[in-house]
Every structure is written in C-alpha cells, then in structure tokens.
C-alpha cells in the first residue's frame, strides 16, 4: 500500500503547466485563451471596488444625504470652486456616477476573459461586419445597374438617333468582301435633300413613287372602311412609274425586275416554280430575238413553229461553226439531243414528249429506255427505278444529252459533261432551280436525290456575292436578280439598297415584296436588339404567320434573314424635303402595310399599328403643322378635318375619340412635357380635353410664379424665355374667357379647375400691381381672391377664428397655387408693410389716418396668425421675414 509520502510533491508551477495542457487542443487563432493572471485579477478588483463606490453613492443620494462626502475633491480644487462661487458639493456629487473611462469606445475590441462578454463582442462585431458587407454590395449593385441603364439609354439615342439620320458608310457593295457582301451590316443614307447633288436626278422619280404610294393609301383606306377587296394594282402603277423614270436612271433593266417579281407572285406555291417559268420565258424571249435577228440563217418561214423556232435557233448557233459539231448526233440534219434540251430549257414539256415519241426508233438505239423514262417523268408516275436508265460516260459525249439527263435528275452525269451547254448565269440557275421544282418527282421515277437544296442554292449564291457576277461594277442588277431568283429577297432589297443609284427603287421593291407578303419581317424582339450600327437584315428564327411566302419557303432554315422594313420607312420617311410633308405622312402609314393580311385584332397587326402611330407622332411634332394635318377649329366653331383623318382606317381608328386618345393625345403630353405651351394648348382643344388645357395652364402659371420666387425678381425675363413662359399669361386669359363664351365649352369645364385659373390670373396681377408700386390696387386683388384673411377683418372679428377659416381652406386649392404660397405670403405682407410705412410717413394725422394704420396692423397680425395655421411645410426663413415686417408695423 502506498502511503502519502511516496507520492510525487506537486507545486503550484506543475499545476499551472498540467492545467495549460487541457485545452491545448483547443487552441484557434479566432478564440483567445483565457489567461487569469495577476493583472487581470488585479484589474477586476478595482473594477468590483469601483462599482462597489458607484453603488454605495447612489443608495446613500436616494438615502437623502451623505452622498457627496463618500468621494472626497482635492482641498485645492475645493478652494478653487468656492472662491468661484460654486459649491464643492455639487461637483462631488455630480461626478459620483461619473463614468469617465467607459465614456470612450475602443478603436480595436479588448478581448475580455469573461465568457460572456467575448460572446456578447463577437456578436456585435459580425452583426457590424454584416452591415457593412450589405452597405458596400449594395453599393456595388447599384453602380452596376446605373452603369448598364445609363449604356442602355445611349444605345437607344444613338439607335433613334441613327434611325432618324442614317449611317452613310461610302463605299460600293462590290467593294465588300464576298463571303459577307449580300449581308452587309452597313446603313444605308437616303439623299433627298433639295439641295443634293443629285437633286435633278431624284425628285422626279421621288414625285413619281410617292403618287403611286399615296394611290394605294387611298385604295387599303377605302378598303378599311367599305371592307371591300382592294381594286389598286400595286405592281403595275411601280412598273409604270419604273418606266417614266428610266430616262434618268438610264437603264431599263430595273423594269425586269418588276415582271420578275410578278412572275415569283403568281407562281402557285414555291417561288421556285416562278423562277422556273421566268428563266424559261427570257430563254423564249432569247430565242425570238436571234432567230428575228439573222432570218436568213434561221430560215424558219413566215409562222414558224415551235419545232421550226428551235432548229433555226440551232441553225443560227452552230453556223457560226460552218457545220453542226461532229460530237452531236444527229439525225436529218437536226441535233436530236439538242433540239429536246432546247424544249425543255424553253418549258415546253408537253412538244418534247411529242417529239421523242415520234423519235422513239432513233433515240431507242442509244438510250432503250429513255422515252419511257421521259413520259413517266413529265407524267410524274413511278414506273422506272434509275437503274433502268444506264448512263456511261462514253453515252454523253454529246453536251446536250449529258445537259438534259442532268436536269432530269440524272444524279450520275458528270458536271463538265454538261458545262458546254450550261455557260451564263440564267442557265445556272434555271438547271439547278428546275431540279428543286421537279425534286418529288425525280425522287418517285428514279430515286435520285436533286443535286442541290433551296437552302444550299442560297448559301452558294451568298458566298460568291456580288463581285463574283459583277466584276467590273457594270451590271449591278443581275446579281439583284440573282438573289430574288434564289428566293433571297430580304438580302435582295438590303443590297440594292447600297446601291446609290437604285436605292429609291429598293425601297418600292420592298414596299411590293410586302405587299405580296414575299419579304420576312422579325419580330419586335429582334428589332430591339439590333445594334445602332447593323444594316436591316436582322437574325430572326420566327416564322410569322404574316411573311409566309419569305426567302425560307420550302428550306430548312439556313439562311433566314428578316428585313427590317420599320426602319427603312423611318429613315425614307425621314430624308423626304420639307416640302413633301404630306408624302412622308403616306410612307409612314406603310408600316400598317403587313396588317392588311392578317387578322384586325391580331398581335402582328396591333405591334404595326403601335409602330406607325409612333412614327406619325414623332413626325407631327417635328414638323408642328398641326392644323394640316390633325384638323383645326375655326372661328364660327366647326371644326376643319386635318389630312391624316381621311387614313384613319388603315390605324384601326372609327372614331374622332380614338383619334383623340391615339394621336392628338400623345402629341399634347409631348408637348406639355417639353414645354411647348402653345402647341399644347391647341392640341388638347382639338382633342376636347378643356379641362386638360385649363390644367396644363394653371401648372405653366405656377411655373411661373415659381421662376418669381426663386430668381427673386433678377434675370426673371431670361428664365421665362427659356423655360418658354413668355406670353403664359395671355394666353390663359384668352383660352379662359373663350372657353366662357362657349356654352357647349362651359356646361363641361371643372369649376375647381377655373377657379384655379382665375386665381392664378389675379395673382399674377397681383404681383404685377406690386411690382410697379400700385400697393392699394394689389392690396384689393389679393383680397378679392380670398386666400388670405385680409378682406373680413375688423375690430369685431376674432383674429384666430378668420385666419381658422382661411387656413381650412388652403388644404383644397391646387398644387400651382400652394407651391408659391410662401410668396404670395411674403407680397401679401410686403404689401401691408409698406402701405403701413406711407400712412405712418404722412404728415398729416387725423382719425382716418389712425383707423387706416390700425387696420393694417389688424390684417398683418391676423396674415401672421394665418401663417402660422397652415398645415404644410414652407421656407424656414418665410416665418422670420413674416415676424420682421409684423414687428415693424407694431
């Protein structure tokens, strides 16, 4: 058994150390540790002591004595504050629960040992870094949102900017590089200016279109009202005004494009049949030419067939080799295989048919199966699989055989076979577009695939671009045609739009292309996410219901493009001169254009119509000419209808009060917002708003009142002028008081509204009367307002109950009255006050005299009392300068 004594002797250094071992592991850079020293004891002891001596004074000062004695001052501050005059006591006192070293906080927390009180500091100190946290990410966040709203706002000036003026990037469409010229992003500058350059050049053609564009206004607003079928040929009046116009453009190619378009129009279908049809009646028209061109060589007789057309055509073609090519065959003297491609490159599939089953024994010999293959072809009946019809190499060595069997969809004939025969750029495109149209029955007689889509077409004629088919900038509409050939015609009208010389004839071809609901408009999401700087081919993979019949017709999608045709009108519309106003106005109701073939109440016809109502607006109030357009009244009442009225129908606008709210109404709050008065006031009259225009004065009225209190009568005349204030108060009392001549004008105004107005009108005669020192006649006006308790005081009255009544009052006048209520306090006293000084200045004295003055004084302290009363805030210093002048007169 172990006994005490052979324990090991434990001091009080190995308990201290085994003690720190303990909470080793617990140790962190966050959490002191705990370290009860003797300072720290020591410094607790005389915390206890001091708080034990705060304690004992107070209980003994509620005990009612002996509180001062328990904290004794030094003797010489005691004698300092006695001989001062001041008792010791009292300071002793005073200073008993004095706190002197808790009155500062620390910069740096002091970590306490206590538990408690470290919890209670970490607490607060991440409630403060919260705080601080949030202040400064919600700082953050607010510069961000500034930042992005403030970017956002200069993109749209610069966007509305540009739409209105354009971007004029000088160069020429060839000059782009290939792969991005049909999608160019550059803006185009219409120069119409009457003092252009080119003025002699434009404004006839200009004159021209417009008369055809107000024509068709004139037919869809007969149409809106009357529902009736539009009775207007669109194509025919551009084609007509084309024709006038090509003495100065000095081309007759644009009216190509006008048949071109017709032909793509009334195609049933795809467009790709009336390309088709187009190519094949130019060909026609080629062939008619050159065999009227050398009648001897062609030798076709007096009516000639159509058999008889084509060999004289071949006859005029291989005569420039002396004798027809050894490589073709050839039966009769007549190149058989030629002679077929030329009928069916002429369209005419039904005289081929005929021609090679009258040929059948001849051309069986070489091609068994070719006749059969042909007629179930043209019949569109599967009957023969393409395994049917060998085709070797050593069988195409005429070009013409090897050219027809490849638009037969032959999908194994080599393309330098046929590159002799397909050279110009319509034969091109006619033998890969007759493969696109006849792609189902290719399919179902031989089960080739066409060689090429729509959608690889396009893409193929985008990435030549225009250098490609134009490379001497000579002949800028063929790759025009190109594009409307290839479906393209978003692209088409963007790139004759860079064309300086056809830009006014891109415009109308876009105008058409609309028309027939042939060109693809986006969306308003698209159109709001154009940059400033982009063209008006805009990326839009919506497939509206109102431009069916667009470049994407019977395609997969690849090169869908939508034309912004808004923007465009916009900035034609913006370019007119200002003396073609009312032809502008026309353009911009074109942009209700894609509305005439879809539903009234659909979404695509309700975002047109918004769009065009703002386009007029922003017009009307450029051009201020309001009483052309919108109507005015004339003197004997009636009023005169405007020139926009008789359009109204294409605006989904019946009548003159859904004229009022779309139109006049937005021009009037511009107006009134951009300080234009006049215009204002004439706009809400025409809307039968009269109310309104008395508003809209009493808010310019106390405008100006306001301009009088803040400039304090200096530089007054330069403010008003430029706030446009200058003739506010003429014409507030015109309007008033013919609006009061008026019964049927009268019977509907707001009594609170012209009492308002008449208010304002005295006030300003008021201070007008003040100004030139007439101070009795401004006195007996601002009395006769009754804003002021001035009119029924008396030595009878009670001061408190008139200024009561008066004040009651205040709380229902107009903002423009209450905002200038401090100045018209401070004249109303002014006012007073010096009227009080001439009677008191009088040499004479008599009773009159005296009841004068005591009066004033009466009327000022009742306007003091007044003052006092009113239940909203006024300047600070407005009281001070009230008690001044009263003091004087007292």
Same mark, same amino acid.
């Given at each position: 058994?172990?006994?005490?004594?052979?324990?090991?002797?434990?001091?009080?250094?190995?308990?201290?150390?085994?003690?720190?071992?303990?909470?080793?592991?617990?140790?962190?850079?966050?959490?002191?540790?705990?370290?009860?020293?003797?300072?720290?004891?020591?410094?607790?002891?005389?915390?206890?002591?001091?708080?034990?001596?705060?304690?004992?004074?107070?209980?003994?000062?509620?005990?009612?004595?002996?509180?001062?004695?328990?904290?004794?001052?030094?003797?010489?501050?005691?004698?300092?504050?006695?001989?001062?005059?001041?008792?010791?006591?009292?300071?002793?006192?005073?200073?008993?629960?004095?706190?002197?070293?808790?009155?500062?906080?620390?910069?740096?927390?002091?970590?306490?040992?206590?538990?408690?009180?470290?919890?209670?500091?970490?607490?607060?100190?991440?409630?403060?870094?919260?705080?601080?946290?949030?202040?400064?990410?919600?700082?953050?966040?607010?510069?961000?949102?500034?930042?992005?709203?403030?970017?956002?706002?200069?993109?749209?000036?610069?966007?509305?900017?540009?739409?209105?003026?354009?971007?004029?990037?000088? #160069?020429?469409?060839?000059?782009?590089?290939?792969?991005?010229?049909?999608?160019?992003?550059?803006?185009?500058?219409?120069?119409?200016?009457?003092?252009?350059?080119?003025?002699?050049?434009?404004?006839?053609?200009?004159?021209?279109?417009?008369?055809?564009?107000?024509?068709?206004?004139?037919?869809?607003?007969?149409?809106?009202?009357?529902?009736?079928?539009?009775?207007?040929?669109?194509?025919?009046?551009?084609?007509?005004?084309?024709?006038?116009?090509?003495?100065?453009?000095?081309?007759?190619?644009?009216?190509?494009?006008?048949?071109?378009?017709? #032909?793509?129009?009334?195609?049933?279908?795809?467009?790709?049949?009336?390309?088709?049809?187009?190519?094949?009646?130019?060909?026609?028209?080629?062939?008619?030419?050159?065999?009227?061109?050398?009648?001897?060589?062609?030798?076709?007789?007096?009516?000639?067939?159509?058999?008889?057309?084509?060999?004289?055509?071949?006859?005029?073609?291989?005569?420039?080799?002396?004798?027809?090519?050894?490589?073709?065959?050839?039966?009769?003297?007549? *190149?058989?295989?030629?002679?077929?491609?030329?009928?069916?490159?002429?369209?005419?599939?039904?005289?081929?048919?005929?021609?090679?089953?009258?040929?059948?024994?001849?051309?069986?010999?070489?091609?068994?199966?070719?006749?059969?293959?042909?007629?179930?072809?043209?019949?569109?009946?599967?009957?023969?699989?393409?395994?049917?019809?060998?085709?070797?190499?050593?069988?195409?060595?005429?070009?013409?055989?090897?050219?027809?069997?490849?638009?037969?969809?032959?999908?194994?004939?080599?393309?330098?076979?046929?590159?002799?025969?397909?050279?110009?750029?319509?034969?091109?495109?006619?033998?890969?577009?007759?493969?696109?149209?006849?792609?189902?029955?290719?399919?179902?007689?031989?089960?080739?695939?066409?060689?090429?889509?729509?959608?690889?077409?396009?893409?193929?004629?985008?990435?030549?671009?225009?250098?490609?088919?134009?490379?001497?900038?000579?002949?800028?509409?063929?790759?025009?045609?190109?594009?409307?050939?290839?479906?393209?015609?978003?692209?088409?009208?963007?790139?004759?739009?860079?064309?300086?010389?056809?830009?006014?004839?891109?415009?109308?071809?876009?105008?058409?292309?609309?028309?027939?609901?042939?060109?693809?408009?986006?969306?308003?999401?698209?159109?709001?996410?154009?940059?400033?700087?982009?063209?008006?081919?805009?990326?839009?993979?919506?497939?509206?219901?109102?431009?069916?019949?667009?470049?994407?017709?019977?395609?997969?999608?690849?090169?869908?493009?939508?034309?912004?045709?808004?923007?465009?009108?916009? #900035?034609?519309?913006?370019?007119?001169?200002?003396?073609?106003?009312?032809?502008?106005?026309?353009?911009?109701?074109?942009?209700?254009?894609?509305?005439?073939?879809?539903?009234?109440?659909?979404?695509?016809?309700?975002?047109?119509?918004?769009?065009?109502?703002?386009?007029?607006?922003?017009?009307?109030?450029?051009?201020?000419?309001?009483?052309?357009?919108?109507?005015?009244?004339?003197?004997?009442?009636?009023?005169?209808?405007?020139?926009?009225?008789?359009?109204?129908?294409?605006?989904?606008?019946?009548?003159?009060?859904?004229?009022?709210?779309?139109?006049?109404?937005?021009?009037?709050?511009?107006?009134?917002?951009?300080?234009?008065?006049?215009?204002?006031?004439?706009?809400?009259?025409?809307?039968?708003?009269?109310?309104?225009?008395?508003?809209?004065?009493?808010?310019?009225?106390?405008?100006?009142?306001?301009?009088?209190?803040?400039?304090?009568?200096?530089?007054?005349?330069?403010?008003?002028?430029?706030?446009?204030?200058?003739?506010?108060?003429?014409?507030?009392?015109?309007?008033?008081?013919?609006?009061?001549?008026?019964?049927?004008?009268?019977?509907?105004?707001?009594?609170?509204?012209?009492?308002?107005?008449?208010?304002?009108? *005295?006030?300003?005669?008021?201070?007008?009367?003040?100004?030139?020192?007439?101070?009795?006649?401004?006195?007996?006006?601002?009395?006769?307002?009754?804003?002021?308790?001035?009119?029924?005081?008396?030595?009878?009255?009670?001061?408190?109950?008139?200024?009561?009544?008066?004040?009651?009052?205040?709380?229902?006048?107009?903002?423009?009255?209450?905002?200038?209520?401090?100045?018209?306090?401070?004249?109303?006293?002014?006012?007073?006050?010096?009227?009080?000084?001439?009677?008191?200045?009088?040499?004479?004295?008599?009773?009159?005299? #005296?009841?004068?003055?005591?009066?004033?004084?009466?009327?000022?302290?009742?306007?003091?009392?007044?003052?006092?009363?009113?239940?909203?805030?006024?300047?600070?210093?407005?009281?001070?300068?009230?008690?001044?002048?009263?003091?004087?007169?007292?």
């Amino acid at each position: 058994m172990e006994t005490a004594s052979t324990k090991p002797a434990l001091s009080l250094s190995s308990l201290l150390e085994e003690s720190k071992r303990l909470n080793s592991h617990l140790a962190s850079a966050e959490i002191p540790a705990v370290s009860r020293g003797l300072p720290l004891l020591e410094a607790e002891s005389r915390k206890l002591v001091a708080r034990s001596a705060r304690n004992a004074a107070s209980a003994s000062a509620g005990g009612g004595g002996g509180g001062a004695a328990s904290l004794q001052l030094d003797p010489r501050a005691q004698s300092l504050l006695a001989g001062s005059g001041i008792d010791p006591d009292d300071i002793a006192a005073g200073s008993a629960s004095a706190a002197l070293l808790s009155a500062f906080e620390m910069l740096l927390p002091s970590y306490d040992a206590h538990v408690e009180t470290f919890l209670a500091q970490q607490q607060e100190l991440s409630i403060v870094n919260a705080i601080e946290e949030s202040e400064l990410s919600t700082l953050d966040d607010f510069d961000r949102c500034m930042t992005a709203h403030m970017q956002q706002v200069w993109e749209d000036a610069q966007k509305s900017l540009f739409d209105e003026i354009g971007q004029h990037q000088h #160069q020429h469409p060839h000059s782009v590089d290939a792969s991005v010229a049909a999608s160019s992003a550059s803006s185009v500058y219409f120069d119409l200016a009457d003092d252009s350059a080119s003025a002699k050049l434009t404004h006839p053609r200009v004159a021209r279109y417009a008369a055809v564009v107000r024509s068709l206004n004139d037919a869809r607003a007969a149409v809106a009202a009357r529902s009736a079928p539009l009775q207007f040929d669109l194509l025919a009046a551009l084609k007509t005004a084309t024709s006038e116009s090509s003495s100065e453009l000095q081309s007759k190619q644009i009216t190509q494009v006008w048949s071109l378009i017709s #032909q793509l129009a009334s195609a049933p279908g795809s467009h790709v049949a009336g390309a088709c049809k187009y190519l094949e009646d130019i060909f026609i028209e080629h062939v008619d030419r050159v065999v009227a061109q050398y009648p001897h060589d062609a030798n076709v007789g007096g009516v000639p067939s159509v058999h008889r057309k084509i060999e004289g055509y071949l006859k005029v073609l291989f005569g420039r080799l002396g004798r027809v090519p050894a490589f073709l065959e050839v039966f009769n003297n007549d *190149a058989i295989w030629a002679h077929m491609f030329m009928l069916y490159r002429c369209g005419y599939r039904a005289e081929l048919l005929k021609y090679c089953l009258e040929m059948e024994d001849i051309i069986s010999d070489s091609d068994p199966g070719f006749v059969a293959h042909l007629k179930a072809f043209i019949d569109g009946s599967p009957a023969l699989r393409q395994s049917d019809l060998p085709v070797t190499a050593a069988s195409l060595e005429d070009p013409y055989k090897a050219a027809l069997y490849s638009v037969l969809g032959r999908s194994n004939v080599p393309r330098k076979a046929a590159a002799e025969v397909i050279q110009t750029t319509e034969d091109y495109l006619w033998s890969a577009l007759v493969r696109i149209r006849d792609a189902d029955t290719i399919a179902s007689v031989s089960a080739a695939r066409p060689l090429s889509s729509l959608d690889d077409l396009q893409e193929l004629m985008l990435r030549y671009g225009p250098g490609h088919f134009d490379p001497n900038n000579t002949n800028p509409l063929l790759y025009l045609r190109v594009l409307l050939l290839c479906g393209l015609f978003e692209h088409a009208v963007d790139y004759l739009l860079q064309v300086d010389l056809f830009q006014i004839e891109a415009v109308h071809i876009a105008i058409l292309l609309v028309h027939l609901r042939m060109l693809r408009m986006p969306d308003q999401a698209a159109t709001d996410s154009v940059s400033v700087s982009a063209g008006y081919l805009v990326d839009d993979s919506s497939s509206s219901s109102s431009n069916s019949g667009g470049s994407g017709s019977g395609s997969g999608g690849k090169c869908r493009r939508a034309f912004d045709f808004s923007r465009m009108i916009a #900035q034609y519309t913006a370019a007119l001169p200002a003396s073609a106003a009312d032809d502008a106005l026309c353009y911009l109701l074109l942009l209700t254009l894609p509305a005439d073939s879809v539903a009234v109440d659909s979404p695509v016809a309700a975002r047109q119509r918004a769009s065009c109502e703002q386009a007029i607006v922003r017009t009307l109030y450029d051009g201020r000419n309001y009483a052309h357009f919108i109507g005015d009244i004339q003197p004997d009442g009636v009023r005169r209808k405007g020139f926009l009225e008789r359009y109204l129908p294409l605006l989904g606008i019946s009548t003159h009060e859904q004229f009022s709210q779309t139109i006049i109404r937005k021009l009037a709050d511009r107006s009134r917002d951009e300080g234009r008065l006049a215009d204002a006031v004439l706009l809400y009259n025409l809307g039968e708003r009269y109310n309104t225009v008395l508003g809209v004065l009493c808010k310019q009225l106390g405008d100006l009142l306001y301009v009088y209190s803040t400039s304090g009568g200096s530089a007054i005349a330069s403010v008003v002028e430029t706030m446009g204030l200058e003739d506010i108060d003429g014409v507030a009392r015109a309007v008033l008081t013919h609006y009061k001549q008026r019964e049927h004008i009268s019977r509907v105004l707001d009594s609170r509204a012209v009492d308002t107005c008449s208010t304002l009108l *005295a006030l300003m005669d008021f201070f007008s009367l003040h100004r030139r020192g007439a101070f009795e006649d401004a006195l007996q006006v601002i009395e006769g307002t009754q804003l002021l308790p001035l009119s029924d005081v008396s030595e009878s009255t009670a001061t408190s109950v008139a200024a009561g009544q008066y004040a009651e009052r205040v709380r229902s006048l107009d903002d423009s009255i209450t905002r200038n209520f401090s100045l018209i306090l401070l004249t109303a006293m002014d006012t007073l006050s010096r009227l009080y000084a001439g009677l008191k200045e009088s040499p004479f004295l008599d009773a009159v005299k #005296q009841a004068s003055m005591i009066v004033l004084r009466k009327k000022a302290r009742c306007l003091m009392v007044f003052a006092g009363m009113i239940q909203f805030r006024m300047p600070s210093d407005t009281y001070a300068k009230l008690n001044r002048m009263d003091v004087f007169m007292n």
